[in-house]
């Protein structure tokens, strides 16, 4: 599943949402407080809550998600302000370091109660729900995809679009 844009009028502009972005949002591999997004949100103080009211496919009211590009530009701007003035703010969020276990079934009883095994010790683990480190954060790329992002309000706005909506498919 992927986020996706889009503009209240009609444009010409490249809008992909950009991948690592719509992974980070995704909050994969992270649980709610554990989450990589919610943990960057506490670390800079920031509520990032924005990127997560999206037209989820089949919902009726799809018309409730559409957001002021204005609003939706400042919360970037101000993300990009708070990591400028915390550039190592990334060395604070948590990861699971150990390797989940592989997930499958086996017909023998005994490798069946190993896998069980093994998972329960995975799940004792003091960071379990925490996501593991894809290096996003810490190459720089999240910063990069926010500015990718901000070019694409920017065209938005050029060719006249006011408002914004996020979409969850």
């Given at each position: 599943m992927d986020y996706y844009i889009e503009a209240n009028g009609k444009t010409n502009c490249k809008d992909d949402f950009p991948s690592g972005l719509s992974f980070f949002f995704e909050q994969v591999g992270g649980f709610e407080e554990k989450s990589m997004v919610m943990q960057v949100e506490k670390i800079l103080k920031i509520n990032l809550s924005i990127f997560q009211d999206y037209d989820f496919e089949g919902e009726e009211n799809s018309s409730k998600h559409w957001k002021n590009i204005k609003t939706f530009e400042k919360t970037i701007d101000?993300?990009?302000?708070?990591?400028?003035?915390?550039?190592?703010?990334?060395?604070?969020v948590k990861y699971n370091s150990a390797n989940p276990p592989s997930y499958g079934y086996s017909t023998d009883k005994k490798e069946m109660?190993?896998?069980?095994?093994?998972?329960?010790?995975?799940?004792?683990?003091?960071?379990?729900?925490?996501?593991?480190?894809?290096?996003?954060?810490s190459s720089k790329k999240f910063v990069e995809e926010l500015n990718q992002l901000k070019s694409i309000l920017n065209c938005y706005k050029k060719h006249g679009a006011t408002k914004i909506k996020l979409s969850y498919y």
């Open positions: 101000d993300l990009l302000l708070k990591i400028k003035a915390n550039p190592d703010y990334y060395k604070k109660e190993r896998m069980k095994k093994q998972q329960r010790e995975y799940e004792k683990s003091p960071l379990f729900g925490y996501p593991a480190d894809n290096g996003y954060l």
